[in-house]
């Protein structure tokens, strides 16, 4: 009953310093995504995954890598956190069923760089 | 450029009231247009979708109107509640602007909040 788990729910970065955000499902989905929340901004795509071996650039890749370790995890990396990258993380996977998509999500990865 | 532009920004209404959300979109080629619901501090989760052969769906006290000739839909929320605070995600599912997979595409969000 986990669903998508994300780790951690809290960090603070300084700037310049790198750090990886963790996150399974265990739904056997294939696609699974990244995006940031900001005030306003909405959700914006930061990465994507549509299935296990792939990964594509989103609207917001910069300063960003992914890895998709297996069908399970899908990581996103900071390799140099800059003030910027003060967000709120959302890791997705995707059910679709023809054209009817649901995107379930973590709870989220708050992260401050500071 | 913005594929799905959602209005209002934030929206106050009354225990009871209609609580109306708007979004158009401008790829033509959208096939699928969900709702999500968010609380704070937790992820966004469905609401309702709808598929652009329909012009209107109904589940509980949310309706989606859909207007394909304007490319505007709406999200109506019938006899709003304070446990309707939240905020609503619009979105529009076809291929992403830069070319590859197809996904949702959402606007930037409305912080509703219902007024006891």
């Not at chain 1, 300084?14 to 750090?19: A, D, E, F, N, R």
């Not at chain 1, 069908?71 to 996977?93: D, G, H, I």
């Not at chain 2, 209005?7 to 158009?24: E, H, M, R, T």
């Amino acid at each position: 009953n986990a669903g998508v788990t994300q780790t951690p729910k809290f960090q603070v970065l300084k700037t310049g310093q790198s750090m990886t955000l963790q996150c399974a499902q265990d739904m056997n989905h294939n696609s699974m995504y990244w995006y940031r929340q900001d005030p306003g901004m909405g959700l914006r795509l930061i990465y994507y995954s549509a299935s296990e071996g792939t990964t594509d650039k989103g609207e917001v890749p910069n300063g960003y890598n992914v890895s998709r370790l297996n069908k399970r995890e899908f990581s996103l990396r900071l390799e140099s956190a800059a003030p910027s990258q003060t967000s709120v993380y959302f890791c997705a996977s995707r059910n679709l069923r023809g054209v009817e998509e649901k995107l379930f999500f973590g709870s989220g990865t708050q992260l401050s760089v500071l | 450029q913005q594929q799905v532009k959602q209005s209002p920004q934030s929206l106050i209404v009354q225990k009871g009231g209609i609580s109306i959300i708007n979004c158009a979109y401008e790829n033509t080629a959208f096939d699928y247009f969900p709702w999500y619901q968010q609380f704070p501090g937790k992820g966004p989760a469905l609401l309702i979708a709808i598929r652009p052969d329909v012009s209107e769906k109904k589940e509980g006290r949310f309706t989606i109107s859909f207007n394909k000739s304007a490319k505007q839909f709406s999200l109506h929320i019938m006899d709003s509640q304070p446990g309707d605070s939240a905020t609503y995600f619009c979105a529009g599912r076809g291929e992403y602007s830069g070319g590859g997979a197809d996904g949702l595409t959402f606007g930037k969000g409305t912080h509703l909040i219902i007024q006891p």
